[in-house]
Nanobody, 121 residues
Framework: QVQLVESGGGLVQPGGSLRLSCAASGSIFSINHMGWYRQAPGKQRELVATITSGGATNYAGSVKGQFTISRDNAKNTVYLQMNSLKPDDTAVYYC???????????????WGQGTQVTVSS
C-alpha cells in the first residue's frame, strides 16, 4: 500500500511564503512524475506544477516565477516553495505521484489527502 502525506499548509498573509512537502511511503519500486494540484472553493482542481524523476519541471502559467517545485528522490518527497502569495492562491493543495509498486512496468497514480493554504490578512 502506498500513501502520500502532505504537510506545510496553513494561514499566511498576502506576500508571504509557505513550503509544502509531500512524502510517499509504502511499497514503492520507483516514482516517475510527482506534482502539485490545487482546488479552490467552487472551482475545478487544476495543475500547479510537476517534476520528473530527472528533475524536469512544468508550471501553470499563473504560478510561473512565483512557485518552485523540487524533489528529493532519496526521500521520495516532493516540495512546493510558494512565494509572494496572493489571496487567489487560497486552495486545498494536493500532491500526486506516478508510482511503480513492483518491477512490472505498470504505473499507478496516487493522491495525497490535501493540505489547506489560506492567504488572507
Amino acid at each position: 500500500q502506498v500513501q502520500l502525506v502532505e504537510s506545510g499548509g496553513g494561514l499566511v498573509q498576502p506576500g508571504g511564503s509557505l513550503r509544502l512537502s509531500c512524502a510517499a511511503s509504502g511499497s514503492i519500486f520507483s516514482i516517475n512524475h510527482m506534482g502539485w494540484y490545487r482546488q479552490a472553493p467552487g472551482k475545478q482542481r487544476e495543475l500547479v506544477a510537476t517534476i520528473t524523476s530527472g528533475g524536469a519541471t512544468n508550471y501553470a502559467g499563473s504560478v510561473k516565477g512565483q512557485f518552485t517545485i523540487s524533489r528529493d528522490n532519496a526521500k521520495n518527497t516532493v516540495y512546493l516553495q510558494m512565494n509572494s502569495l496572493k489571496p487567489d492562491d487560497t486552495a486545498v493543495y494536493y500532491c500526486n505521484a506516478e508510482i511503480r509498486i513492483t518491477a512490472a512496468p505498470y504505473w499507478y497514480t496516487y493522491w495525497g489527502q490535501g493540505t489547506q493554504v489560506t492567504v488572507s490578512s
